[in-house]
């Protein structure tokens, strides 16, 4: 696993637990709990995004021209 895709997984993972915790001790609607929501969203739609363009690429490459 490359160092970003490592990265990107740690910073997921300590925003998704942070995400536990603040539900936990909040409850699921507090707005500190939807903002913190809202960026885990953001950040898992960015590392999807950076694993398509990985895998666009490494298709590119190893296609025929």
Do not use: W
């Not at 707005?31 to 898992?44: A, C, F, R, T, Y």
């Not at 739609?45 to 694993?51: A, D, M, R, T």
């Amino acid at each position: 696993m490359s160092n970003r895709m490592t990265n990107d997984r740690e910073r997921f993972e300590y925003c998704r637990e942070e995400l536990n915790r603040l539900g936990a001790r909040y409850g699921l609607t507090h707005p500190l709990v939807i903002e913190k929501s809202k960026q885990l969203d953001k950040m898992h739609n960015e590392i999807i995004k950076s694993g398509e363009e990985v895998i666009t690429t490494i298709i590119k490459q190893s296609s025929p021209a």
